[in-house]
């Protein structure tokens, strides 16, 4: 299993076959040499730097019904939010004060939010703060939406492909969402010249050794600048309420892959692997992560944009608490720096 490992740094590549037997072998020596590997080539390119990202939400109004997400519009017991223009340029001023450079604006798929209203937020936060990124994460929207966006100044995209697989699409999500249209977006968003960040959940109901091969195939071919993975987490008033969460081990795992298939990739140590485990974003890092995003909303509305249970807003991912992120990264060897954090350009 080793010598896939080596070849995968080397090659960047695997087979599909290759892959799954690597993904089906469990053995903690395989384990921890990939996440030697994977810190090395990190730091290779990035050093001991970890950027962070600060994570807008600006809405918890869904029109869509997938069947993990604790926001889905059939679940009647949440309280809806919306955040205004202000309210959004507020937040941006608060995270700029903190050290924040980048600003990533995320929520579920929600039309009250046109492209005017959009194009209009993402004008005042590059005029307002022009030494800051714009991240947009709002789901499928049309190519033309896409490419006003960008017009406007947004320079990344996040949009998880969430599996590559149709059968396992199928189990995860409503008629009326497709695989087909998911990875066109993400082809569009590349093409119109948006960092562009993939991604899925290690452990969502159904998922097999096979289905996460197909999706580091996925990533393989894309080739997304920023890519997002994190563990599946129930949520109790979704469909799968009584799934069991994903693997800690196994997470770690593939992000250690991902670093070594797309040494560049900007790889957030995510919200859900701290929730998975106490120390999930110490143990991403360390895994090969070099991104964090601690949450910059609003602290009213922070307990209503629940994905899953126990989603945790306060203390180590909150904003407000830098100070203790930095101390925390600090204490593994790392730096928290206060950039844009852009992808590393080839020489
Ligand atoms: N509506 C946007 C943003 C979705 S929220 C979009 O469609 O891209 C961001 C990510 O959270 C999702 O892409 C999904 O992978 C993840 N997520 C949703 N529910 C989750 C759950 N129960 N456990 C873990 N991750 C979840």
């Not at 050093?47 to 869509?64: A, F, M, Q, T």
């Not at 709002?138 to 947004?154: I, T």
């Not at 799968?240 to 997470?251: C, I, R, V, W």
């Amino acid at each position: 299993m080793k010598d896939y490992i080596q070849k995968l740094q080397e090659e960047h590549c695997l087979t599909k076959e290759e892959f799954t037997a690597l993904l089906s072998c469990q053995d903690k020596s395989v384990y921890d040499y990939a996440r030697e590997q994977a810190a090395k080539i990190r730091q290779q390119i990035f050093g001991r730097d970890i950027y962070i990202r600060g994570l807008i939400e600006i809405s918890n109004h869904c029109k869509n019904d997938c069947y993990y997400c604790g926001i889905r519009r059939s679940n009647r017991r949440v309280s809806r939010y919306r955040l205004t223009h202000s309210q959004i340029l507020d937040c941006c001023q608060e995270g700029h004060e903190l050290g924040f450079r980048t600003f990533v604006l995320q929520g579920g798929e929600d039309p009250w939010y046109t492209d005017q209203i959009l194009t209009d937020v993402v004008r005042d936060i590059k005029k307002n703060f022009p030494d800051c990124a714009v991240t947009l994460s709002l789901g499928e929207r049309s190519r033309e939406s896409y490419e006003k966006l960008y017009a406007a100044g947004a320079d990344r995209y996040l949009l998880r492909h969430e599996t590559a697989s149709e059968e396992h699409y199928r189990k995860l999500h409503p008629d009326g969402l497709s695989l087909q249209n998911r990875k066109e977006c993400l082809w569009n968003l590349k093409k119109i010249g948006f960092q562009t960040g993939a991604g899925f959940m290690v452990g969502s109901p159904g998922q097999t050794v096979e289905h996460l091969a197909k999706d580091l195939l996925f990533l393989r071919e894309l080739s997304p600048q920023m890519v997002g993975v994190g563990p599946f987490l129930r949520h109790q008033d979704t469909p799968f309420a009584d799934q069991p969460n994903g693997s800690l081990q196994l997470t770690l795992f593939l992000l250690s892959l991902i670093r070594l298939m797309l040494p560049k990739t900007l790889l957030p140590a995510t919200t859900a692997l701290s929730a998975l485990h106490p120390d999930g974003r110490k143990l991403g890092i360390l895994a090969g992560c070099n991104v964090v995003m601690p949450n910059l909303s609003p602290t009213a509305v922070r307990e209503k944009y629940l994905l899953y249970d126990h989603k945790p807003a306060t203390g180590l991912e909150a904003a407000e608490s830098i100070e203790l992120l930095k101390k925390q990264m600090k204490e593994i060897g790392y730096q928290v720096v206060c950039q844009r954090g852009d992808y590393p350009q080839s020489e």
